[in-house]
Nanobody, 120 residues
Framework: QVQLVESGGGLVQAGESLRLSCAASGSYRSINAMRWYRQAPGKQRELVAGITSGGSTNYADDVKGRFTISRDSAKNTVYLQMNSLKSEDTAVYYC??????????????WGQGTQVTVSS
């Protein structure tokens, strides 16, 4: 019903920037909050940043001031601008969306993930 496709990952050096994108498609009534999570090898998946349908944002402490989440509701796309990248930002980054379906049921959907590797 809902598909999330991430793009923009890659290999960069410490201090450089990357911009991740996540486009939603499918059949649904509305997209509510959208979030970025990440999972590093051997670690649990953690919340990086979130944005509500109204544009309110929240960030993990270790990315505040470096990462910016934004969304283009017309394109059903959420972005994560990542600046001043550090080696500890290396992880698979996942997009997550809270969606209201046509039935008025709500579901949480995940993308397939995109690898971000930061070399020091």
């Amino acid at each position: 019903q809902v598909q999330l496709v991430e793009s923009g990952g890659g290999l960069v050096q410490a201090g450089e920037s990357l911009r991740l994108s996540c486009a939603a498609s499918g059949s649904y009534r509305s997209i509510n909050a959208m979030r970025w999570y990440r999972q590093a090898p051997g670690k649990q998946r953690e919340l990086v940043a979130g944005i509500t349908s109204g544009g309110s944002t929240n960030y993990a402490d270790d990315v505040k001031g470096r990462f910016t989440i934004s969304r283009d509701s017309a394109k059903n796309t959420v972005y994560l601008q990542m600046n001043s990248l550090k080696s500890e930002d290396t992880a698979v980054y996942y997009c997550n969306a809270d969606v209201t379906l046509w039935s008025w049921n709500r579901g949480v959907y995940w993308g397939q993930g995109t690898q971000v590797t930061v070399s020091s």
